[in-house]
């Protein structure tokens, strides 16, 4: 799983543990079970606003961080969750208990 923590007790759901766009591409992720940047700027159709170099960055970033897996489809790449939402949530919350814990010894 992800080295990186982002962590953000003011987010809801997921948001809290990854940022509120790479949340809603993670969501997407879990329900679709394959994403391409085409699929997920068609599901996020509410945020006109949304670059395609956007989505993809993001997809891609959420890939190095091994929450999604990425391959080559001929010329399109697809991403898939490399764990459940479940799996995730229990992960980032074992981090936190262990951040926690350092505090109780100092």
Not at 38 to 61: P, Q, S
């Amino acid at each position: 799983m992800s080295k990186k923590f982002y962590f953000d007790p003011s987010a809801e759901g997921t948001a809290v543990f990854l940022g509120p766009l790479q949340a809603k591409l993670m969501e997407l992720a879990w329900e679709k079970k394959t994403l391409t940047v085409k699929k997920a700027l068609f599901y996020l159709d509410n945020d006109k606003n949304l670059a395609y170099t956007t989505i993809m960055t993001l997809l891609n970033r959420l890939a190095e961080e091994e929450l999604l897996k990425k391959e080559k489809e001929g010329r399109i790449f697809t991403y898939q969750p490399t764990v459940t939402k479940a799996e995730f949530l229990k992960e980032r919350l074992k981090l936190i208990t262990t951040c926690l814990k350092q505090f109780k010894k100092s």
